[in-house]
């Protein structure tokens, strides 16, 4: 089943340690300066397993771009009131209470199959399914994701844990004392396009047995290890177009002005984002190439 990519947010495991063959590395020239690009995918590979030209730049860029903060660690160029406009969007405790308060109930998302499921994952967890019905969706879906957690761990199952991909960037570049900055943060998306992300990463999440999911989340890295942009795009589950408006097309729109002028005053920079927003249709790469950067795949080092 197609359903990897609402695991992008949730899951916090690789596969078994290999190399990567083709990263999606890509160089950006423009008015005689150079910046790089990584096309990630947030779970599945290990930084360790990319070649020395694609993680020497981390170390060696003026910057890095991340496509967005959730926390892992506290940027360097992250205003305090941002933070502290995070901290108030991820009172769950509060929303909860609203949403009782005002019968916002976030049952009719799903079908009675996925809800059952949804019930059961919960109560194995002595949560209350009481209040569920009015859990606001980014707090649901951890507990959506526990069972597949549980199987990972207990299971001996050959997908190791491990840090994100977006995590590792940020560490290492923390640990060479380069400064990081988020194109985006989870309070600048609207509302609307976070609910859209996690009622489909939960919908998908309960679609298919565990089992199903741990080969998915194999079967793309391996894709995405190869470096072939067809067997990536092919493994990744079809957004509706509203999603996928929200969450590629506006967000690639709103990063380019970030992107062209931080290459202008402080290249090289490292920019790394999910890989759809560097190969899908509508994505960075052509915008860049319109705005007369010259794009090329960097596969070897130079």
Known sequence: MKNTFGLFLLLLICAACSTVKKPFFWKLEKDGKTSYALGTIHAGVDIREFPDYVTDKIETSHLILLETDLGYYKSTLRPLETQAKTAKIFDYAKQLKENIKKKKSIKPLFTDKEWTVIVERAQELKVNTETLEYYPLPALAPLVLREYKTYVNHKQHDVARARPLDASIERRAMDA?????HLDT???MSPSCLDKLYTFAIKNN?????YERIEDLVKLSDAYKSGEEKLVLEMTSPMKEDLKKCLLKE????WMSVIEK???AQS???IAGGILHFIDEDNILLSLQERGFKVSRVLRAE
């Not at 004392?177 to 900055?181: G, K, T």
């Not at 967000?251 to 709103?254: T, W």
């Open 177 to 181: 004392n380069v400064p990081i900055f």
């Open 186 to 188: 989870i309070e600048r």
């Open 206 to 210: 309960v679609s298919d047995t565990t």
């Open 251 to 254: 967000r690639n729109e709103h």
């Open 262 to 264: 931080n290459h202008t």
């Open 268 to 270: 090289p920079v490292f």
